[in-house]
């Protein structure tokens, strides 16, 4: 498994932001049990298939697929999807330079997955600050580890639809930051696949930098944006972006509680045979 992860970062650069926003999107809306990673049938619309999934990236699923049939052949039928993606998360983090934390092991996946069951739950560019704040309180997560979790932005990148819009009327960028990304989006309506690095200092690699780009100006989404100008959680970007061992402290100590979160175990769950199906 060590090896289709390593392999699949080393050709796809980007796999590690995409795996990381997979795991975030698997576990915030209904807990950390692979039900994103199923397929739809024709007869139900599976989570991945819901609009704020549509852009998930293909490679963390084919990282997933790979790591699976590698540990299928070796012991199967004994590890989870979830584990899987859980441990893979963190082997890449921990890869692009970021904290290593420990990953307990022992989740079921889930048996079910349905679009509908996840609207509202993910938070989007455009909500406020208060409705994001709200949104990771409502699965027990406080502000400071809100904050911590979005410094999963140092690394990854975003489509241009996602805050072209802003770039005309939102005064938080920098302006030869705006105008930069203006050009670089400028033919993304005829491309839709067009996307800026979420941290454009240092896009591969795991660090504060994010942090200390947003009071520059520096920020991508509305919602970086909102973290450095809402007076809830400036304090903590401020703290990080100064302290990058405290910042990989609580990134990890935030992962920790995110992966064990709403987890299925025993009789609630299954190990699937394949992570894109149910058995």
Known sequence: MQEAITD????????????????????????????????????????????????LPGDPFDLIVRAKTALELSCPNTVSCSDILTVATRDLVTMLGGPYYKVFLGRKDSRSSQASSIEG????????????????????????????????HTIGFSHCKEFSSNLGN??????RFAQALKQACSGYPKNPTLSVFNDIMSPN??????????????GLLESDHGLYNDPRTKPFVELYAKDQNKFFRDFARAMQKLS????????????????????
């Open 8 to 55: 699949k970062q080393i050709n796809n650069p980007t796999t590690a932001a995409g795996t990381l926003r997979l795991l975030f999107h698997d576990c915030l809306p209904n807990g950390c049990d692979g039900s994103i990673l199923i397929s739809s049938t024709p007869f139900n619309k599976a989570e991945r298939d819901a609009d704020i999934n549509l852009s």
């Open 121 to 152: 739950k993910l938070p989007k560019p455009t909500m406020s600050m208060s409705q994001i704040i709200n949104l990771f309180a409502a699965s027990g997560f406080n502000v400071q580890e809100m904050v911590a979790l979005s410094g999963a």
């Open 170 to 175: 939102d005064t938080h960028y920098s302006p």
């Open 205 to 218: 690699k795991f660090d504060n930098l994010y942090y200390q780009n947003l009071p520059k100006g520096l």
């Open 260 to 279: 064990v979160y709403r987890i299925k175990t025993g009789r609630r769950g299954e190990i699937r045979r394949r992570c894109d199906a149910v058995n």
